[in-house]
């Protein structure tokens, strides 16, 4: 294996410092299972490494009303979390499928984020939660909504010296409902496909909706046309008929060793539908 | 880059000079001379190099090996008890034909404690997600999974929570 410098700094400012010091040589890592795989295959050149895991402030996970996730939060306290699982299922259901067991132990969620694999599971869900990303750097601090982030893949609007340091989610209102669907192989794969429903109800019409698909454009997208055309009807079999034939339009993938570029189209209309359903049935 | 790291292997103090890019497996494999973990894919995908580190598993072909300084790491070596025995996820691996070819055991063993050290009545769902992250090229799985649970009968009968 290719050798790197590996440091270990406690504190924000001691990681911006060290990336400065390593300019154009170094890179940030959180859990690691994603970028040591491509280091190895030589996907990733990177001559020093700069490890988040010892900046505490960055693990916790908090509930202020809405969601805090610091983004060294680990997949598996995010999986286990029962008030996540109770208000925003959605995100619990990306999260328990999203690679496997050993993976979860060691992954953090703004690990994910950061690769952006526009196959990454927790990012649909995250997507229709309308959550918003604080980036800090050493020129300070700003907000992003999850929407703007992702500019290609493997692509983020962050300079090199940022670091990703919180995902805040709202609090949850009554009447909503959240679901995650995932096509894979089995269910751990790459996702081929994957999508996420937010709705919120009065009665029977929409007041509210938020859909998002990923693997299917080269970044994860959010289908505002599509959320417009949904708000203010009900949900019967012919508008999702429609939302289906809206979504097969509105995606542009491509074919891999997963799957081809006409299976991906069909199914990012199949799985957007299924979870409009979906999450149709969670609402409280 | 380099530097002495110190962490309990096995329930011993141990530390060793070791260089900034090795993962934990070639530390395992290489300077304690641990062989039991193995390396597959070396890409995170087949689980035979699972160990546990403070209570639960990770694949560490892809641990970099500063990040263990100060921790727990329990191998398949440290299963073991006194004069050699076994422990009995492991008996229950040898009874019920949950190894075969043997190469994917210390990985899948590690797997079944990690679900074990927190139920000791698994659903066969839960075994089967427990070992998700473990592949398997002889058994199919079945015999796998009958081992799981009749090691859970066995940790249960032993020592009675």
Request: charged residues 25%.
């Given at each position: 294996?290719?050798?790197?410098?590996?440091?270990?700094?406690?504190?924000?400012?001691?990681?911006?410092?060290?990336?400065?010091?390593?300019?154009?040589?170094?890179?940030y890592?959180a859990?690691?299972?994603d970028?040591?795989?491509?280091?190895?295959?030589?996907?990733?050149?990177?001559?020093?490494?700069?490890?988040l895991?010892?900046?505490?402030?960055l693990?916790?996970?908090?509930?202020?009303?809405?969601l805090t996730l610091g983004s060294m939060a680990?997949?598996?306290?995010?999986?286990?979390?029962?008030?996540?699982?109770?208000?925003?299922?959605?995100l619990?259901?990306a999260?328990?499928?999203?690679?496997?067991?050993?993976?979860?132990?060691?992954?953090t969620v703004g690990g994910n984020l950061c690769n952006g694999a526009p196959s990454a599971d927790s990012v649909p869900p995250l997507m229709v939660l309308e959550a918003v990303l604080t980036i800090e750097g050493?020129?300070g601090r700003r907000e992003v909504p999850i929407g703007n982030f992702f500019t290609g893949p493997g692509q983020s609007c962050m300079d090199r010296t940022e670091i990703l340091t919180q995902i805040k989610i709202p609090?949850?209102?009554?009447?909503?409902?959240?679901?995650?669907?995932?096509?894979?192989?089995?269910?751990?794969?790459?996702?081929?496909?994957n999508?996420a429903?937010?709705?919120?109800?009065?009665?029977?019409?929409?007041?509210?909706?938020r859909l998002a698909v990923g693997a299917?454009a080269p970044v994860p997208l959010r289908l505002t046309?599509?959320?417009?055309?949904?708000?203010?009807?009900?949900?019967?079999?012919?508008?999702?008929?429609?939302?289906?034939?809206?979504?097969?339009?509105?995606?542009?993938?491509?074919?891999?060793?997963?799957?081809?570029?006409?299976?991906?189209?069909?199914?990012?209309?199949?799985?957007?539908?299924?979870?409009?359903?979906?999450?149709?049935?969670?609402?409280? | 880059?380099?530097?002495?790291?110190?962490?309990?292997?096995?329930?011993?103090?141990?530390?060793?000079?070791?260089?900034?890019?090795?993962?934990?497996?070639?530390?395992?494999?290489?300077?304690?001379?641990?062989?039991?973990?193995?390396?597959?894919?070396?890409?995170?995908?087949?689980?035979?190099?699972?160990?546990?580190?403070?209570?639960?598993?990770?694949?560490?072909?892809?641990?970099?090996?500063?990040?263990?300084?100060?921790?727990?790491?329990?191998?398949?070596?440290?299963?073991?008890?006194?004069?050699?025995?076994?422990?009995?996820?492991?008996?229950?691996?040898?009874?019920?034909?949950?190894?075969?070819?043997?190469?994917?055991?210390?990985?899948?063993?590690?797997?079944?404690?990690?679900?074990?050290?927190?139920?000791?009545?698994?659903?066969?769902?839960?075994?089967?997600?427990?070992?998700?992250?473990?592949?398997?090229?002889?058994?199919?799985?079945?015999?796998?999974?009958?081992?799981?649970?009749?090691?859970?009968?066995?940790?249960?009968?032993?020592?009675?929570?």
């Open positions: 294996m290719k050798k790197f410098d590996y440091y270990q700094p406690e504190s924000l400012n001691e990681a911006y410092r060290l990336m400065e010091e390593n300019e154009g040589r170094a890179r890592i859990g690691g299972t970028i040591i795989w491509r280091i190895k295959q030589g996907v990733i050149k990177a001559d020093a490494l700069i490890s895991r010892r900046i505490r402030p693990e916790g996970i908090t509930r202020n009303g809405g680990l997949f598996r306290n995010i999986e286990k979390d029962s008030s996540i699982a109770r208000d925003y299922p959605s619990t259901q999260v328990s499928i999203l690679a496997n067991p050993q993976v979860r132990n060691v992954a050493p020129g609090k949850k209102v009554f009447n909503s409902g959240s679901a995650f669907l995932k096509k894979g192989r089995v269910s751990q794969d790459i996702a081929v496909v999508a429903a937010f709705l919120v109800m009065e009665g029977k019409i929409c007041r509210k909706c299917v046309n599509i959320e417009e055309m949904v708000e203010g009807r009900e949900i019967d079999p012919e508008l999702l008929d429609r939302v289906g034939e809206m979504v097969e339009r509105a995606v542009s993938p491509i074919t891999d060793v997963r799957s081809t570029e006409n299976w991906r189209r069909v199914m990012s209309g199949v799985l957007v539908k299924r979870a409009i359903q979906k999450a149709h049935k969670m609402v409280d | 880059m380099k530097k002495v790291i110190q962490f309990t292997l096995n329930g011993n103090e141990v530390s060793a000079e070791l260089e900034s890019h090795k993962m934990l497996l070639e530390v395992l494999r290489d300077t304690f001379e641990m062989t039991g973990t193995k390396e597959g894919c070396g890409q995170g995908e087949c689980g035979t190099c699972t160990v546990i580190i403070d209570g639960v598993s990770i694949k560490s072909c892809l641990y970099p090996v500063f990040e263990v300084e100060g921790k727990s790491v329990t191998t398949i070596e440290g299963l073991v008890g006194e004069g050699g025995k076994l422990h009995p996820i492991q008996e229950a691996f040898v009874e019920k034909g949950g190894i075969q070819c043997g190469f994917c055991s210390p990985g899948m063993i590690l797997s079944a404690k990690a679900l074990l050290d927190e139920t000791w009545t698994p659903s066969d769902n839960e075994i089967k997600r427990a070992i998700s992250g473990n592949l398997c090229r002889c058994t199919g799985y079945v015999q796998i999974i009958d081992s799981i649970r009749d090691a859970a009968t066995r940790l249960s009968n032993q020592d009675p929570k």
